[in-house]
């Protein structure tokens, strides 16, 4: 699952852009490679038919082996002081408090859909960011931010027949569970990224605090939810823990501090839409024509959002003005 507001990737704004064209292509094609990896997350949790809790629990504890190795070799360049890493932790929580919600989601009214409205979240980040860190919407926002829940509503099916789904509207609103989380997620986040090199220590905090959340909320919420070894259950799971959530990550996080908004805002977009595309092609996951169109209208307001949706305040010297760590 990621995230169309590009803003909340880097705290300290965007790292310098690769040398020459071959650094720049490259960093585009890493972007491109992780949010196609990890367009498959919904995917994934479906092919596994588990229960929500459990896809949700072993989605970070499959990734946290690799991502052990990774982050001793990175250790000397990244090293972190024991109340950052606690606070990464606990951004881990809501990341994995996310995830859950974002599975009952999947189940409830499809892969596709599901993944196109968590991105939903790129509003919450903006009302935050509007409220408490001294930004202020545009115009384009005003307009935006109605398309977006107009759009979620469409999506839900508002209850006509042929919508798809098991239940489209209590998916729609797991999905907005999921994105007011996942942007809190993303605001504590931003502000621990600051690293320049190979982020997998901080990805490995996250994903312990995730799998300690996902494991307690399993445990105590989630009647179907197994610790049990099932093949070929675990086999996909395992394959979300290591594709997603370890390789799309970090490609992601490597990657998109150093490339321009504009682009940045296209990739990440291009994540729901090919998620749309495999579930139609994988599960058929055909959505009615209102769903269709509101569909439609969540990606384009949050695009619209992501691009034109805030103004940095300006401080009396004329220069942007720090705002809680805000990003760029």
């Known amino acids: 699952m990621a995230s169309a507001g590009s803003r909340a990737w880097s705290e300290r704004g965007r790292a310098p852009a690769g040398e020459g064209i071959v650094g720049g292509l490259m960093d585009r094609l890493l972007a491109l490679f992780g949010a196609v990896t990890i367009s498959f997350s919904a995917i994934l949790v479906r092919l596994a038919h588990v229960s929500p809790a459990t896809a949700a629990f072993y989605r970070p504890a499959y990734g946290l082996l690799p991502l052990v190795v990774l982050a001793l070799v990175a250790r000397p360049a990244q090293r972190r002081s024991l109340r950052q890493r606690v606070a990464t932790m606990a951004a881990g929580m809501l990341m994995g408090l996310a995830f859950v919600f974002w599975n009952y989601s999947i189940v409830d009214i499809g892969a596709g859909a599901a993944t196109v409205l968590s991105n939903t979240q790129v509003v919450f980040v903006g009302v935050v960011a509007w409220l408490l860190m001294g930004e202020r919407p545009t115009a384009i926002a005003f307009v935006a931010v109605p398309v977006v829940f107009g759009g979620v509503a469409l999506t839900s099916g508002l209850g006509l027949p042929g919508a798809y789904g098991a239940a489209p509207v209590l998916g729609a609103l ?3 569970a999921n994105a007011t989380v996942y942007a809190a997620f993303l605001l504590l986040f931003r502000t621990l990224n ?5 982020p997998a220590g901080l990805l490995l905090d996250a994903s312990l605090g995730a799998a300690a959340a996902t494991l307690v909320t399993g445990l105590l919420t989630d ?13 996909w799971l395992l394959l979300l823990g290591l594709g997603p959530q370890v390789i799309g990550w970090l490609l992601i996080l490597t990657a998109l501090p150093r490339l321009p908004a504009l682009v940045t805002s296209v990739t990440l977009l291009a994540q729901p839409m090919l998620t749309v595309l495999w ?4 599960f058929a996951e055909r959505l009615s024509w ?3 169109g509101g569909v439609a209208m969540v990606l384009l307001g949050v695009l619209a959002l992501s691009l034109g949706g805030t103004v940095h305040r300006r401080a009396r010297s004329g220069r942007p003005a720090e705002a809680s760590g805000a990003a760029d």
Request: net charge positive; no cysteine.
């Open 194 to 198: 600051r690293s320049r090199g190979l």
């Open 290 to 292: 209102v769903q269709a």
């Open 279 to 282: 579930g139609r092609l994988i």
């Open 223 to 235: 009647p179907g939810f197994s610790l049990a070894f099932r093949w070929p259950a675990h086999g």
């Open 174 to 176: 797991w999905a907005l």
